[in-house]
C-alpha cells in the first residue's frame, strides 16, 4: 500500500499516543480485556499506514495474540466458506465475555512485553 509522509508520519504519532495510554493503563492496572484485542488490532493497522510490515519484530508479538483472538468481536465476518471463519459468539454473550476473559488473562503478560518493546522501539514512547 503506498502512502504519503503526510499519512505515515501521524499513524506514527497516534501509534506512539497508543503505546504511551497503553503503559499508563498496564502500570495501573486497569487494562481491561476487551482492550488487549482490540489494541493488538489497533496497532498493527497503525504500523502498517506508518509503513511497517506485520511481522516487523517490534509488532510479531501483536500479530501473534491477534492471530488467536480472531475469533472473538466477529471474527472475520464472512458470510460464506467455512463455519470456523464466522462469528463463534454471540456479540455481548456470557460465552464471549469469558472467551474474552480468557485471552486477556493467557495474553496479558507478552502483551505488557510487546507494549514495552514497541515503547523501546519507538524510543520511548
Not at 21 to 46: G, M, T, V, W, Y
Not at 66 to 93: A, L, Y
Not at 101 to 118: M, T, Y
Given at each position: 500500500?503506498?502512502?504519503?509522509?503526510?499519512?505515515?508520519d501521524?499513524?506514527?504519532?497516534?501509534?506512539?499516543?497508543?503505546?504511551?495510554?497503553?503503559?499508563?493503563?498496564?502500570?495501573s492496572?486497569e487494562?481491561?480485556?476487551?482492550?488487549?484485542?482490540?489494541?493488538?488490532?489497533n496497532i498493527?493497522?497503525?504500523?502498517?499506514?506508518?509503513?511497517?510490515?506485520?511481522?516487523d519484530?517490534?509488532?510479531?508479538?501483536?500479530?501473534?495474540?491477534?492471530s488467536?483472538?480472531?475469533?472473538?468481536?466477529?471474527?472475520?465476518?464472512?458470510?460464506v466458506?467455512?463455519?470456523?471463519?464466522?462469528?463463534?459468539?454471540?456479540p455481548?454473550?456470557?460465552?464471549?465475555?469469558?472467551e474474552?476473559?480468557?485471552i486477556s488473562?493467557?495474553?496479558?503478560?507478552?502483551?505488557g512485553?510487546?507494549?514495552?518493546?514497541?515503547?523501546d522501539?519507538?524510543?520511548?514512547?
Amino acid at each position: 500500500m503506498s502512502i504519503n509522509q503526510t499519512e505515515r508520519d501521524v499513524a506514527c504519532n497516534e501509534l506512539r499516543e497508543m503505546v504511551g495510554a497503553l503503559q499508563q493503563k498496564i502500570a495501573s492496572d486497569e487494562l481491561q480485556p476487551p482492550e488487549l484485542i482490540f489494541a493488538c488490532r489497533n496497532i498493527l493497522n497503525l504500523w502498517l499506514k506508518s509503513g511497517g510490515e506485520t511481522t516487523d519484530d517490534a509488532v510479531i508479538g501483536f500479530l501473534g495474540i491477534e492471530s488467536q483472538s480472531d475469533h472473538v468481536f466477529g471474527g472475520s465476518r464472512v458470510k460464506v466458506g467455512r463455519d470456523v471463519d464466522r462469528i463463534r459468539f454471540e456479540p455481548g454473550s456470557d460465552a464471549e465475555t469469558k472467551e474474552i476473559s480468557e485471552i486477556s488473562q493467557f495474553f496479558r503478560k507478552s502483551f505488557g512485553r510487546a507494549v514495552a518493546g514497541l515503547a523501546d522501539h519507538l524510543g520511548g514512547s
